[in-house]
């Protein structure tokens, strides 16, 4: 299967680790992976602050970079949901409306493709420790994403899964949300800290890395970040 990689703006400058675990993680597989450099933002930022004119450049961009695609897998549930759920929203009434629509179904968040599309459980992955897992937004909300997470997790040998009572909770991130709300982010986020702290688990995981980089940021200030660790899915996954 020849798969697409979208590996949002904010993983390739700074958790570059969780595309080439993707990477790996599908090799390992046998399938074909394919990386177009050309990626830039896919406009979400613009969007969630309302200025729709500006970020339909940047949709049009990547509308044209994965035309051809078979599937299009992303890194974050939040981006992959910008592509399959709100681009159809971005572009309607527009020239590119057809192209939004046509791109939706072949948009998958990672977890979800291994798991729904690909049929696969295990990865043959092994990572000895005590991990609970971060719900993220769009991941859950937008795309459907829970159990397909935790069935890949549950494959993991020697990792022990411990649920946290906040899991489906924000995490207080949201992209411009943090930077606008200041006050109101780092609460929500502290609740979620507590919470993940409250399990006894050496990492938190999640299938979004925006979310991980809230948590651990506020996990260092709170001079936590030492008993808790932040990891993407796929992270764990390559690991053997």
Same mark, same amino acid.
């Given at each position: 299967? *020849? ?34 450099? *050309? ?21 049009? *961009? ?7 695609? $078979? ?97 489906? *909770? ?19 986020? $502290? ?50």
């Amino acid at each position: 299967m *020849r798969i697409s990689l979208f590996i949002p703006c904010f993983i390739d400058q700074l958790y570059p680790q969780v595309a080439m675990s993707m990477v790996r993680v599908f090799e390992r597989l046998g399938h074909t992976v394919e990386y177009d450099a *050309r990626q830039t933002c896919c406009g979400q930022p613009a969007f969630n602050s309302g200025y729709w004119k500006e970020a339909r450049p940047l949709g049009e *961009r990547m509308l044209g970079i994965f035309q051809d695609a $078979e599937y299009v897998v992303s890194a974050s549930g939040s981006c992959g949901a910008m592509l399959k759920v709100f681009y159809p929203e971005l572009f309607k009434g527009t020239p590119h409306e057809g192209a939004a629509l046509a791109m939706g179904p072949k948009v998958y968040e990672f977890s979800d493709f291994l798991v729904s599309m690909l049929g696969v459980t295990d990865v043959g992955a092994r990572f000895p420790a005590k991990v609970t897992f971060h719900d993220g937004c769009h991941g859950l909300r937008e795309l459907g994403v829970k159990k397909q997470p935790r069935t890949l997790l549950a494959a993991v040998r020697d990792l022990e899964l411990i649920e946290m009572d906040a899991a489906e *909770r924000c995490c207080g991130f949201g992209g411009t949300f943090a930077a606008k709300m200041p006050g109101i982010s780092t609460a929500m986020g $502290e609740i979620k800290c507590a919470s993940a702290l409250d399990t006894g688990a050496e990492y938190v995981v999640s299938n979004d890395s925006s979310c991980l980089m809230q948590i651990q940021g506020l996990l260092d200030r709170q001079g936590q970040g030492g008993k808790l660790r932040s990891l993407h899915l796929a992270e764990v996954l390559a690991r053997e």
